[in-house]
């Protein structure tokens, strides 16, 4: 069956046609488009009638920590019902392959705090694509390589450099994954064991890749030090000779409000002088990541078994009290940048505590807040996430102005409840509705622009993000002036109303906003 989307404005990914058309799908691909009432009444053909709404290409989510919904017997709905038709996943340095017998806990005990809790049965990363191919996928689905997971399959969590096996052994697998069709490499500069590597190591990774993947990283330092850290991100992509693309750009500290304009005028800067670099926001003033990453590096040393050790310390819990508080302490340190009454548990294995401040918690507890932030992870076996309200609202508004940001929900992954981070569920109609339509911060032609055919682009999406003849059928039909996002940090689940018609390959998977069931995207695979 073939159809036709007929009366509809068309945002072609640059521009938005000044009189309706219509779409023509079949096989999958975008068939025709022809002026309205271009293709006479047939009875071959399924029509739908946009009725002067806005048909786009599907949204592209450049920072989806998605890996596991492929496996979920549940249908995992949160973008699908924003408009997202492929996501980006493996970002951070945490893709869930490759998986050695070495180093299986490891590897699991980091997993878990993020993922929800299942059997890995691949050890490859071959072997999960084939994994991911058994269940089905409702959005269509492109992978980054992770440096953590990597790095753990080689050498497990220790703070150290490695020797010249396992560094081979990294080369060896990164190589692996990009056979199988990864768009380049991410890095989480915050998290273990990435914080133990040095930027010649990324390098010695970066150098694997062809010219045309991307080196994408959760860098170092986003805040006292975010400069620094967009430096060694420019520089490794430089010197490896592949793009540059910057994760969930930000200012996360209150402290230095305004500072992200200086930072955007440098990638400017570079970017004229020939330099491949685009990044991505979500357009919230919170972040989000596991609880754990409010301790000092060095408690993560030798992976979760020694942290959980550690947290058993009265005295090494002292340490790493003093160490957050000191004002000269230079990793990313959440608790001092935000504020502990900004700190708020979002989700744990028992559903305690979520939804509440850790200076909340630390008071109830008559506590110190690192000393209740310990406790949480003794008592929840380090699996609780959190949110962390840390950044100035015309930061990001800035970064959304600048025309290389892309977006990206960096919503953490479903199925461990609590209340996660709105973003989840909410991103792309919060650009619409909020940013486009309530504040005109970016027109809506530029904003579709920044969710289709950039991402496209930077990715090595070939026949995506545009609406174009011959392309895929990834579309969005929607009406600008009644999108509504109604996830909240309160309600952070809720899906938004106004994305209407949702296409993915050409199969209807979004009827008038409610999901039909039908899981009809596809792993892609970039050939380098």
Request: aromatic share 6%; with cysteine.
């Given at each position: 069956m073939r159809t036709l989307i007929s009366n509809a404005f068309v945002a072609d990914g640059e521009t938005i046609s000044t009189e309706p058309k219509d779409l023509l799908i079949e096989g999958g691909l975008i068939a025709a488009i022809t002026s309205a009432r271009g293709v006479g009444v047939r009875s071959d053909i399924h029509r739908l009638d946009a009725d002067g709404r806005l048909l786009s290409p599907g949204f592209i989510d450049t920072h989806a920590h998605a890996d596991h919904a492929p496996l979920l017997a549940e249908d995992d709905t949160s973008k699908i019902l924003q408009g997202v038709t492929t996501e980006i996943n493996g970002n951070c340095g945490f893709s869930l392959a490759p998986v050695t017998q070495d180093h299986l806990a490891d590897y699991d005990s980091l997993v878990e705090r993020i993922f929800p809790p299942r059997q890995s049965a691949w050890r490859s990363f071959p072997e999960y694509v084939e994994a991911l191919k058994h269940g089905e996928f409702v959005t269509n689905f492109l992978s980054l390589i992770g440096h953590n997971t990597i790095r753990i399959a080689a050498m497990g969590s220790e703070n150290r450099t490695p020797n010249r096996v396992e560094m081979t052994r990294m080369e060896a697998l990164v190589d692996e994954a990009l056979d199988m069709g990864v768009a380049g490499l991410s890095t989480g500069l915050i998290y273990p064991p990435g914080v133990f590597s040095s930027a010649e190591e990324i390098l010695?990774?970066?150098?694997?890749?062809?010219?045309?993947?991307?080196?994408?990283?959760?860098?170092?330092?986003?805040?006292?030090?975010?400069?620094?850290?967009?430096?060694?991100?420019?520089?490794?992509?430089?010197?490896?000779?592949?793009?540059?693309?910057?994760?969930?750009?930000?200012?996360?500290?209150?402290?230095?409000?305004?500072?992200?304009?200086?930072?955007?005028?440098?990638?400017?800067?570079?970017?004229?002088?020939?330099?491949?670099?685009?990044?991505?926001?979500?357009?919230?003033?919170?972040?989000?990541?596991?609880?754990?990453?409010?301790?000092?590096?060095?408690?993560?040393?030798?992976?979760?078994?020694?942290?959980?050790?550690?947290?058993?310390?009265?005295?090494?819990?002292?340490?790493?009290?003093?160490?957050?508080?000191?004002?000269?302490?230079?990793?990313?340190?959440?608790?001092?940048?935000?504020?502990?009454?900004?700190?708020?548990?979002?989700?744990?294995?028992?559903?305690?505590?979520?939804?509440?401040?850790?200076?909340?918690?630390?008071?109830?507890?008559?506590?110190?807040?690192?000393?209740?932030?310990?406790?949480?992870?003794?008592?929840?076996?380090?699996?609780?996430?959190?949110?962390?309200?840390?950044?100035?609202?015309?930061?990001?508004?800035?970064?959304?102005?600048?025309?290389?940001?892309?977006?990206?929900?960096d919503g953490l992954p479903v199925g461990t409840g609590g209340h996660p981070h709105p973003r989840g569920y909410g991103t792309f109609p919060r650009v619409l509705e909020h940013y486009v339509k309530d504040e005109a911060v970016i027109p809506l032609a530029e904003a579709v622009r920044r969710m289709t055919s950039l991402p496209a682009e930077i990715f090595g999406l070939e026949r995506r993000g545009r609406i174009k003849v011959g392309h895929i059928a990834d579309l969005v039909l929607f009406d600008p002036a009644g999108v509504k996002d109604n996830a909240t940090f309160d309600q952070p689940t809720l899906p938004p109303l106004g994305i209407d018609d949702v296409f993915v390959g050409g199969e209807h998977v979004v009827d008038n906003g409610t999901w039909t069931g039908r899981r009809a995207g596809k792993y892609v695979k970039i050939d380098h």
């Open positions: 010695r990774l970066a150098r694997r890749l062809p010219p045309d993947a991307v080196y994408a990283s959760h860098m170092r330092n986003e805040s006292r030090f975010l400069a620094d850290s967009v430096q060694e991100t420019l520089s490794i992509a430089k010197a490896a000779g592949v793009r540059c693309h910057i994760s969930h750009l930000k200012m996360a500290d209150r402290h230095s409000p305004g500072k992200l304009a200086g930072v955007l005028d440098g990638l400017s800067s570079e970017r004229a002088q020939g330099v491949r670099v685009s990044q991505d926001i979500y357009p919230y003033t919170a972040a989000s990541t596991m609880l754990s990453a409010l301790l000092p590096p060095w408690m993560h040393d030798g992976g979760s078994s020694q942290l959980f050790d550690r947290l058993q310390s009265a005295e090494i819990v002292d340490t790493a009290r003093r160490h957050i508080a000191d004002p000269k302490s230079t990793f990313e340190n959440y608790g001092r940048q935000a504020g502990w009454e900004r700190v708020v548990v979002a989700s744990t294995a028992s559903h305690r505590f979520e939804g509440e401040s850790v200076a909340s918690i630390a008071h109830r507890m008559d506590a110190d807040p690192v000393v209740a932030v310990a406790t949480i992870l003794r008592e929840e076996e380090l699996k609780a996430t959190m949110i962390v309200h840390a950044m100035d609202e015309p930061d990001v508004r800035a970064a959304l102005r600048d025309p290389f940001t892309t977006i990206g929900t």
